[in-house]
């Protein structure tokens, strides 16, 4: 009978588990947009955006992707290979993608580039396979703009060809409080796209802007790349700058290229300069081209803006927030939602725990509203503040940006020596900006205006204000309802407490069998229908740490503090799944670990008894569970999210003696349950040991909350 019982269960785990897989419901990701007002005249451009493959691992996507080319040339087979797709750009993350594509014959043999925007964490890229021939190179994404070289030998001009990108989380990113315990998965937020350039070409995210008022001359720094470089060779820059149409100054400048990258400085005299402020955002238009004596050039034309070195004004401010900023770019609202800002007296723009896609710079740059930036530094323990070097393609693509006000160096970032190095270095970097230090309530703040702490409302101090806003102000939608809570749980917690009633009274009625009816061959038939009720009562009691978990798991919070820059989309992923399929998973998987912990304590007996029967046997002292499906309807009817959990390791410690001592008394021994829990206890003692830095540094920031009494103030 135990047999029969062990096998339903193990059934139970596998059925469970295939049909989770099965039905297993992703994630829709949101196509994000991005328009931004260059003109790149001379190179042919390839947009990659659209649908590409997910897979879970490079060998993966390089086997099926094989497969797919090999059925392709059969009619009818290439169906029949299920692909998991998705859109990018997109807010949606992913380990591995890949995306088919042709160039023709125009491409000839100019040398290629792959622009990959927005991008945030550590990518590996290759070209027509995985292998180390087929490697492009490798990128540290932190949400800027990033190229990739692609010699024109390694394009095929008569086949499809294959990016296979491969996504990681960066450094930084595992730097942060538990980054390396809470990894992200890799995004791609902005244009993607192929080009086609010249032997060298202008990298527009690299040239920077600024102004010098006592001589009254504009600077361009541009940054020019040298694709094919055989030797040094002259070339030939030129910049002109228009005032609606019409040039206003110009400037030649012949240079020899000498190395895969160099930086020429383009001189313009202003005599009568506009500058840009928030009441009269004047932009001029740049045209620069770049050639040489075989006519071979790159031209590029964009807006940039003067902005006084001692501009200053009072802030009134608004954050915005990832999520949010996915949300207004889906809808194609980046222009509506800022002018609307305006309309409220809003003068600048806080981007919180990412750095936005060039769309918003541009449009702030155009309407006339400051921008506040962040760098990639939250919650940095000391000795893992990263170098800002690491950051410079951020702050070289915010430089030509006027709407660029103000940056946040560090966010919660623990004080020491450290970190206060780590900012002058920031601050000497960024140059005439204010940088600012944002740290947490309770963290001592000094008499440094340039630190500031992150409010309940937002951030204030002598500049003025920058305030959160709420999802329906800046016109997000929240999550479905159905991940939201479990909608049918109240009538499954009423519905499972009568089982357990059921259940609870069969074995008062049942009558008491000993431990030695384990061994009897022919058992009576009341006593086979005892084994029955207490195989039940051990199942159930399973069942009901598996509900009181998926209860837990879907009344998580999901609108975590703002500032908090973790990826929760693995919590919705898991709440975005059927929540009985989760309950039977979760059950059947408590009653393998359990029977694993009896059958390594079974071997202290003499008799060595079954697994399954010496688990139902010891189950004759939790006849209360039902107490705790009570506590669950009680959840669910408004009572503290923690009662069920409360209520169970009560009786579990209340009745630790008795359960001990019907260990002893019938030849085993206690230790042996300890086991699983103290191998459990030793992997989390050493992962602790590994993040110990983390863990005392959580310590002090949840320090003050503990005195104030304010740790399980947490609305579920």
């Not at 000839?108 to 396979?129: E, M």
């Not at 296979?164 to 390396?180: I, S, V």
């Not at 979760?586 to 670990?593: A, D, E, P, V």
Request: one cysteine or more; proline letters at 5%.
């Amino acid at each position: 009978m135990f047999k029969r019982f062990g096998v339903l269960i193990i059934a139970m785990f596998v059925l469970s588990f295939a049909a989770l897989a099965i039905f297993w419901q992703h994630l829709p990701g949101r196509e994000l947009y991005s328009t931004v007002p260059l003109t790149t005249a001379d190179r042919i451009i390839q947009d990659l955006g659209g649908k590409w493959n997910s897979y879970s691992s490079l060998r993966e996507a390089w086997d099926q992707e094989t497969r797919l080319s090999q059925t392709g040339e059969k009619q009818g087979l290439k169906g029949l290979i299920q692909v998991k797709s998705l859109v990018l750009p997109s807010d949606q993350g992913f380990q591995v993608a890949t995306k088919r594509f042709r160039v023709t014959g125009k491409w000839g043999g100019r040398p290629a580039q792959l622009v990959l925007g927005g991008l945030y964490g550590q990518a590996r890229v290759f070209l027509n396979g995985i292998d180390e021939v087929n490697f492009l190179g490798e990128i540290e994404g932190a949400g800027g703009i990033y190229t990739l070289d692609i010699s024109p030998a390694r394009l095929n001009l008569s086949e499809e060809n294959i990016f296979y990108l491969e996504m990681a989380p960066t450094r930084a990113a595992q730097a942060k409080l538990f980054g390396r315990l809470w990894p992200e998965l890799g995004r791609v937020t902005g244009q993607i796209r192929l080009e086609a350039v010249a032997q060298s070409s202008i990298e527009l995210s690299r040239t920077t802007v600024s102004y010098d008022p006592g001589q009254k001359q504009l600077t361009v720094g541009v940054s020019l790349k040298n694709h094919q470089l055989s030797g040094p060779e002259v070339w030939t820059l030129s910049g002109v700058l228009k005032d609606q149409g019409e040039k206003v100054a110009d400037c030649l400048l012949p240079f020899t290229c000498d190395g895969q990258r160099q930086k020429v400085d383009l001189v313009f005299n202003l005599p009568e300069t506009k500058f840009w402020s928030l009441d009269n955002p004047v932009l001029y238009v740049l045209e620069l081209t770049l050639n040489n004596n075989r006519g071979v050039y790159d031209r590029v034309q964009l807006p940039i803006g003067v902005r006084k070195p001692d501009y200053n004004f009072a802030i009134n401010g608004q954050i915005l927030t990832q999520k949010q900023e996915f949300n207004i770019r889906n809808k194609r609202q980046v222009t509506e939602y800022l002018n609307n800002l305006k309309d409220q007296g809003i003068n600048v723009l806080y981007f919180m725990g990412f750095f936005p896609d060039e769309e918003w710079l541009y449009t702030a740059d155009r309407l006339g509203l400051g921008v506040w930036l962040e760098l990639p530094v939250s919650l940095a323990t000391q000795g893992k503040l990263p170098s800002p070097q690491i950051y410079e393609e951020l702050i070289l693509l915010a430089e030509h940006h006027p709407s660029v006000l103000a940056w946040t160096a560090a966010k919660g970032a623990q004080p020491s020596a450290e970190t206060n190095e780590y900012l002058r270095q920031v601050k000497q970097r960024i140059g005439l900006l204010p940088v600012y230090n944002l740290i947490l309530p309770g963290q001592e703040k000094g008499s440094n205006p340039e630190v500031v702490v992150l409010g309940e409302d937002g951030l204030q101090g002598e500049w003025g204000q920058v305030l959160y806003q709420s999802s329906s102000q800046a016109g997000v939608d929240t999550f479905p309802q159905a991940t939201l809570f479990w909608a049918g749980e109240k009538k499954a917690a009423i519905l499972w407490l009568v089982f357990l009633l059921l259940i609870t009274v069969q074995n008062f009625r049942s009558p008491n069998w000993a431990y030695e009816e384990l061994y009897n061959p022919n058992p009576k038939r009341k006593i086979r229908r005892a084994f029955f009720w207490r195989s039940l009562g051990f199942v159930s009691r399973m069942f009901t740490l598996g509900a009181i978990f998926v209860s837990f798991l879907f009344r998580l919070p999901l609108e975590i503090p703002y500032w908090l820059s973790y990826d929760i989309s693995p919590l919705l992923l898991l709440r975005s799944q059927s929540p009985l399929l989760l309950w039977l998973f979760c059950s059947s998987l408590f009653s393998l670990i359990r029977m694993m912990q009896v059958g390594l304590a079974a071997a202290s007996w003499p008799e060595h008894p079954s697994t399954l029967g010496l688990c139902c046997w010891l189950e004759r002292r939790y006849s209360w569970v039902f107490l705790v499906g009570i506590a669950w309807v009680g959840v669910c009817y408004g009572w503290p999210w923690f009662t069920p959990w409360a209520v169970y390791c009560l009786f579990l410690l209340l009745l630790l003696p008795w359960r001990v001592k019907d260990v002893w008394k019938t030849g085993g021994k206690y230790r042996y349950f300890l086991l699983l829990p103290f191998t459990a206890l030793v992997v989390g003692a050493g992962i602790s040991l590994w993040q110990r830095d983390d863990l005392l540094y959580l310590l002090e920031l949840v320090w003050p909350k503990i005195q104030a009494f304010q740790l399980f103030n947490i609305n579920f």
